[in-house]
């Protein structure tokens, strides 16, 4: 069963890394105006940030396997509606219910895996699960190129809607249910407030904003570097793939055992303070070598922090709220991914001061938390198991 969730987050980021090489292409082709390109490309992350937050709740109310496998469904149904878009009109109307469902997947995913197997080892399982996650963000982006270049982009997106029926029919057939039926029908009404007045879970939040937005700078201002350094643009993915390699290899060989041996919170201020390091380094890098070396730091970086907020959200929730918090926790990755690259985007910096940008966000927010966790450890740790 483990094993079928796991592959199931697989092809739902499959779904999303897969778009980053065509989307744009492929809305240029209807003839746009730049700023509605802009808007059917973003499209998908503004409405996926919607429906984490619808998901959420129904997670709660209704149990996660049935967000799920709807969710598959429906992401399967509407990326066939692509191949018959005739319109920027119509292609930002499918982009925004890609989104919108799509949304319902990792947070329902993330629930099931958290109420899983044994709980006192949170931070291993959500260690396999960035694995699954690193193995899509380097399996999607050249399965997309690579389909889209021999066939058509067609093809990427009926391949994929067959990848998420097909598991949508697996998960109705070998997913429990869950233990929702045991809880009572007004707990589902609870409101997501609450769960940002938590310390641990508003830290996991701050954390998942601050890991994408590094993760939405990098993905806007590496290529420029490569490209300002004269360097072939080949070395991009391969790049991005290498922070992607190291923290799959963090996330599966025995040193995962950290993830639960360690304070969770600890192990996230950690990998931001590494991400930080990284990105000053990236930010005056002048070879390509160097680079490398500052890639496999932030792939460090990342496979501390991503398990560790993820477990944050596990521990310090119960079934009856995990929905909600994981529904939240992600419309914040979403919001971090666009934030990062938007706003650099607007500012118009170079790599190298986009870089620190992000890094003194960074840096910031992990002095600010420490004094805080320091301040309050008592109160905060003995709200849950950290």
């Not at 390699?245 to 995962?256: G, M, R, W």
């Amino acid at each position: 069963m483990k094993y079928l969730i796991y592959f199931i987050v697989i092809a739902a980021f499959i779904d999303t890394f897969s778009q980053l090489p065509i989307m744009s292409p492929f809305a240029m082709t209807f003839n746009p105006s730049p700023a509605f390109a802009g808007m059917i490309v973003g499209m998908y992350s503004f409405s996926n940030m919607i429906g984490n937050i619808l998901a959420g709740y129904w997670i709660d109310k209704s149990g996660a396997k049935r967000v799920l496998v709807s969710g598959l469904t429906l992401t399967g149904i509407i990326l066939v509606l692509y191949t018959f878009a005739e319109s920027p009109l119509h292609l930002i109307s499918v982009r925004f219910f890609h989104g919108l469902f799509g949304g319902f997947l990792v947070p329902a995913a993330f629930t099931i895996i958290s109420n899983i197997g044994n709980s006192e080892k949170q931070g291993r399982k959500m260690a396999v699960s960035g694995a699954a996650v690193g193995c899509s963000a380097i399996i999607g982006p050249a399965f997309g190129a690579v389909i889209a270049s021999n066939y058509t982009i067609n093809w990427v997106f009926l391949i994929i809607a067959a990848t998420m029926i097909s598991s949508a029919v697996l998960a109705f057939r070998f997913l429990p249910a869950g233990t929702l039926k045991n809880v009572k029908k007004e707990n589902s009404h609870e409101k997501m407030l609450p769960l940002l007045k938590n310390p641990m879970l508003a830290a996991s939040y701050l954390g998942a904003f601050s890991l994408m937005f590094a993760q939405g700078t990098l993905a806007y201002l590496l290529p420029l570097q490569v490209e300002a350094l004269q360097i072939d643009a080949m070395y991009s993915g391969i790049l991005l793939s290498t922070f992607g390699i190291t923290a799959i290899l963090i996330f599966l060989l025995p040193i995962n055992k950290i993830f639960d041996k360690y304070k969770h919170h600890n192990s996230m201020l950690t990998g931001m303070l590494i991400i930080g390091i990284a990105l000053i380094l990236l930010s005056s890098a002048s070879s390509l070598g160097f680079m490398f070396l500052c890639m496999v730091l932030y792939g460090t970086g990342f496979a501390l922090l991503f398990p560790s907020i993820n477990a944050l959200i596990a521990n310090h929730t119960t079934e009856k709220t995990r929905g909600k918090a994981f529904g939240l926790f992600y419309a914040f990755f979403s919001l971090g991914v666009v934030a990062g690259s938007a706003i650099l985007g607007f500012l118009g910096v170079t790599f190298d001061r986009g870089f620190l940008i992000a890094a003194a966000i960074l840096l910031l927010t992990v002095c600010g938390m420490s004094i805080y966790f320091k301040k309050r450890s008592p109160q905060i740790l003995k709200s849950g198991s950290d």
